[in-house]
């Protein structure tokens, strides 16, 4: 099994569904990341959790929520998607600021 | 805000080269820069990660040096296959708010 598991690996929702991305790990790390890629943009930090009761917005937050249900498990949730949401969303985990990063294999969203 | 360019933005060359990848970012105050491969539409594979502390790190064929005075960190693949091609991310671990700031790629084709 993976060590950055993300469900569902591709989404077609339409405009206007609230829609969850899901994450789970069995790293035992405590800090968990949500990102997305856009063609030319590359990837954009959305949020970040150092724990269960540390959630914090990242670079490009508006539009979505996460929420962290455990330490192995982060949310991410569009309340309300739109077509510019299309992108593929990663989730990562880390241990410490000073550690490497470990990626899932990706969501693929797309807002119709 | 750091940013971080990563040059070629696109590379092909013939099975058998030696070939640098270079990423560079406005500000040396990091705490890691991480390598990564992404093959289409698949998930970030680490490759190295180097400390700011370390001038470089090797894994078989893959080298990676740092220097944050330059602000630059380079790619070094030797001998490089077809099973090489990938894009090549340069993600870097600053001093402000956690997580990656990523550049936008390096796109490689090893031809056979």
């Known amino acids: 099994d993976a060590d950055v598991t993300q469900t569902p690996r591709n989404r077609i929702t339409k405009t206007g569904k609230r829609i969850m991305l899901e994450c789970s790990q069995t790293k035992g790390h405590d800090r968990m990341y949500w990102y997305r890629q856009d063609p030319g943009l590359g990837l954009r930090l959305i949020y970040y959790s150092f724990d269960v009761k540390d959630i914090n917005k990242g670079e490009i937050s508006d539009g979505y929520s996460v929420s962290r249900q455990a330490q192995a498990k982060f949310s991410l949730s569009l309340e309300s998607a739109i077509p510019n949401q299309t992108a593929l969303y990663f989730c990562?985990?880390?241990?410490?600021?000073?550690?490497?990063?470990?990626f899932g294999s990706g969501t693929r969203l797309t807002v119709v | 805000k750091q940013e971080v360019t990563q040059i070629p933005a696109a590379l092909s060359v013939p099975e058998g080269e030696n070939l640098v990848l270079n990423c560079s970012f406005t500000d040396s105050a990091i705490y890691n820069l991480q390598w990564f491969r992404q093959d289409p539409g698949k998930g970030l594979t680490s490759l190295l990660l180097i400390q700011s502390s370390q001038r470089e790190q090797t894994s078989g064929r893959l080298n990676a040096s740092l220097d944050k005075s330059s602000g630059r960190s380079t790619l070094y693949i030797a001998a490089s296959q077809p099973g090489d091609s990938a894009t090549y991310l340069c993600?870097?671990?600053?001093?402000?708010?956690?997580?990656?700031?990523f550049g936008k790629g390096t796109h490689l084709i090893i031809q056979p």
């Open positions: 990562a985990t880390s241990e410490r600021r000073g550690y490497g990063y470990t």
């Open positions: 993600g870097i671990r600053g001093g402000g708010a956690d997580g990656l700031t």
